[in-house]
Each structure stands twice: as C-alpha cells, then as structure tokens.
C-alpha cells in the first residue's frame, strides 16, 4: 500500500524560509509525477509545483521564483523549498505522487502558518 508522509511544515514570519519535504513507501517505481498543493481556509485545494521524473517542472505563478521544487527519483521523496513566504502562502500543503494512467496518492498534509 503506498503511503505518503509529508514533513517540514510549521510556523514562521513574513520573508522567512521552510522546507517540505514527502517520503513515499510501498512502492519500487518512481513515480511519473510528485507534487505539492495547498488548501487555505475557505479555498480550493490548487496546486503549487509538480516534477514530472524527466525532471519537467511547473509552478502556480504566484510561488514563481520563490519556491523550488526537486525530488529524489531513486528514493521517491519530492521537496519542496520555500523562501519569501507570505501570509498568503499560509495554507496545509499536500503531496501529491501519480503513475501514468493511475489515480492520484496523497498525503496527509502539514500546516504552514506565515504570520505578518
């Protein structure tokens, strides 16, 4: 059964800097897909980058040159590096791991608070 485990969140202030990061288990193959979305009170659930195993990448404009994404294909772990943060960046981020054709595995999420 795979399970994916986020870890890094928590609280910090306006221009500070986190690290997230999602370890995936029980599973051999890397997948074609690892990403990270967020969800803020009241908001849907949107996505913020994914990285495609060839090592493609897309970002939500709004975290365009402040966050960087990269994973670890041969442990399939996905992180997420977060500078400038925010309050708008306030949220719970999710990871998210795909195979070609197959549904979507998530995790449980972790809580950024960016307060101003």
């Known amino acids: 059964q795979v399970q994916l ?3 890094g969140g928590g609280l910090v202030q306006t221009g500070g800097s986190l690290r997230l990061s999602c370890a995936a288990s029980g599973t051999k ?3 074609t897909i690892m990403g990270w979305y ?3 009170p009241g908001k849907q659930r949107e996505l913020v980058a994914v990285m495609r195993s ?3 990448t897309n970002y939500a404009d709004s975290v365009k040159g402040r966050f960087t994404i ?4 041969a442990e ?5 590096q977060m500078n400038s943060l925010e309050p708008e960046d306030t949220a719970v981020y999710y990871c ?3 195979y070609a054709g197959f549904s ?3 995790g449980q999420g972790t809580q950024v608070t960016v307060s101003s």
């Open 76 to 80: 399939n772990t996905v992180y997420l």
């Open 96 to 98: 998210n791991a795909r």
């Open 70 to 73: 990269s994973r670890d294909n």
């Open 104 to 106: 979507d595995y998530w």
């Open 29 to 31: 193959f890397s997948f």
């Open 38 to 40: 967020r969800q803020a």
């Open 54 to 56: 060839s090592g493609t």
């Open 5 to 7: 485990v986020e870890s």
